[in-house]
């Protein structure tokens, strides 16, 4: 069984930075194409960033311009978001997803999901 656990969200302040972290079980880590996704209310889940299998190339949403930054460690099953910078613009519920495949930007490229882990970011 797949299991996807975030952790790492919280209130910080606009300029302020976080860092969550998607601890991966039941799959083959260096297999799975990891994306970042989030939703804030009222809004459609809209695509992060990926680290994709195997090469472990990734890719970013042109609005997070530089201040975000995604990372695996194989060792521990975990993919990390780096966020700086933060506006209050990133305030949403966050996504991690894994995906067999090498497609990235969309969710139904992939098969599991995370339960989601709030950021809020204050003016």
């Known amino acids: 069984q797949v299991q996807l656990v975030e952790s790492g969200g919280g209130l910080v302040e606009a300029g302020g930075s976080l860092r969550l972290s998607c601890a991966a079980s039941g799959l083959a880590f260096s297999s799975a194409t990891m994306g970042w996704f989030r939703q804030a209310p009222g809004k459609e889940r809209e695509f992060v960033g990926a680290?994709?299998?195997?090469?472990?190339?990734?890719y970013y949403a042109d609005f997070v311009k530089g201040r975000f930054t995604i990372s695996r460690d194989s060792a521990k099953n975990t993919v990390y978001l780096e966020m700086n910078s933060l506006s209050p613009w990133d305030t949403a519920v966050y996504y991690c997803?894994?995906?067999?495949?090498?497609?990235?930007?969309?969710?139904?490229?992939?098969?599991?999901w995370g339960q989601g882990t709030q950021v809020t970011v204050s003016s």
């Open positions: 997803a894994a995906s067999t495949g090498d497609a990235y930007d969309l969710p139904t490229f992939y098969n599991y």
């Open positions: 680290v994709v299998r195997w090469s472990g190339r990734t």
